[in-house]
Nanobody, 125 residues
Framework: QFVESGGALVQPGGSLRLSCEVS????????FGWFRQAPGKEREGVSC??????YYAESVKGRFTISKHNAENTVYLQMNSLEPDDTAVYYC??????????????????????WGQGTQVTVSS
């Protein structure tokens, strides 16, 4: 349902744009998010976007921007000023949430058991 792409090896300070292709007619009402998991660490929420709000983890605020293009069925994550600590496999997910704040919805998505293959981001000199 979600196919991630765009990961690569990049030097510290560099930029990448990740893409998440979404299957089905979900763009108009789903909440979507980007999540990452580094070796030996738990999966963490990076950023989420709903129809009216966005959420960013403190560690990426001011550096990452989430967006979605409904006509292209794609959710993007623009990552600037990349740091070695951003190295991880990045995943996207989405769901329909009623009466949830975006932070709550993002946290629920993070706990999902159903993930795609993700895309590897490596930040290293």
């Amino acid at each position: 349902q979600f196919v991630e792409s765009g990961g690569a090896l990049v030097q510290p300070g560099g930029s990448l744009r990740l893409s998440c292709e979404v299957s089905g007619d979900l763009m108009a009402y789903y909440t979507f998010g980007w999540f990452r998991q580094a070796p030996g660490k738990e999966r963490e929420g990076v950023s989420c976007i709903s129809t009216s709000d966005t959420y960013y983890a403190e560690s990426v605020k001011g550096r990452f921007t989430i967006s979605k293009h409904n006509a292209e069925n794609t959710v993007y994550l623009q990552m600037n000023s990349l740091e070695p600590d951003d190295t991880a496999v990045y995943y996207c997910a989405g769901g329909a949430f009623l009466h949830h704040t975006i932070r709550s919805a993002c946290n629920i998505l993070r706990q999902s058991d159903d993930w795609g293959q993700g895309t590897q981001v490596t930040v290293s000199s």
